[in-house]
């Protein structure tokens, strides 16, 4: 699966970006909204792309810009397609939650949290709790397998292990800060331990990526 722009999974070529870019709103984008929206690509690529799906009929042009049209008979394909990353933070926080016994946090790292990976990329998972049964997460990261045909790699720690990780991995541990797509629980457990770290080391600061 595409993690950053599920449609490129089955559509390729600019036309999945452009269908990403307008399943994603209600109402009109301009020319310039879709073009920032759509990644790497030029702007008379972007308005070629609209022309061939406005001639499809899956795209129309109004006042205001472009928008899908969400009467065409494909519209509530395309928009599922557009919703594929949500739907995968759903199946996962589903079946963590079925896990006993319950884990204290879960969540999504990464480039699939952030929304800028692709086909190659892995579905990185955080897992905290005091104890997780190692054939619970081998049979998710199976079943995130067969979901997206992406690798899944997950971290797995006990609560009192997240102060090692801050101080050992300190990369790692701001990605989590500043990217963790939470499933289950709450991030307060990485919020105090990432303010726990800045009490103990005031003169570094805190330098985002």
């Not at 499809?56 to 006042?63: A, K, N, S, Y």
């Not at 629980?185 to 003169?203: D, F, L, N, Y």
Request: charged share 25%.
């Amino acid at each position: 699966m595409h993690v950053g722009r599920p449609l490129l999974s089955v559509t390729g070529g600019l036309e999945g970006s452009v269908l990403e870019a307008l399943a994603g709103v209600v109402g009109p984008l301009s020319l310039n909204d879709i073009h920032r929206r759509a990644g790497n690509a030029s702007k008379s690529g972007v308005r070629k792309a609209l022309l061939r799906l406005e001639s499809g009929g899956t795209v129309e042009r109004v006042l205001g810009g472009y928008q899908l049209n969400r009467e065409h008979l494909a519209a509530p394909s395309i928009i599922e397609l557009a919703l594929l990353r949500r739907r995968l933070f759903e199946r996962l926080a589903h079946e963590i939650r079925s896990w006993r016994p319950p884990v204290a946090l879960a969540g999504v790292f990464g480039s699939t949290a952030r929304g800028d990976g692709d086909e190659a990329s892995d579905i990185d998972l955080l897992i905290v709790g005091k104890q997780v049964a190692p054939d619970a997460l081998s049979r998710l990261c199976a079943s995130v397998e067969r979901w997206t045909g992406n690798l899944c790699r997950a971290v797995v720690l006990r609560p009192a292990e997240l102060s090692a990780t801050r101080r050992q991995n300190p990369e790692l541990f701001e990605a989590w800060r500043n990217d963790l797509v939470v499933l289950v629980g709450e991030r307060t457990q990485i919020v105090e331990e990432s303010q726990r770290g800045a009490k103990q080391s005031p003169q570094r600061g805190v330098h985002p990526r």
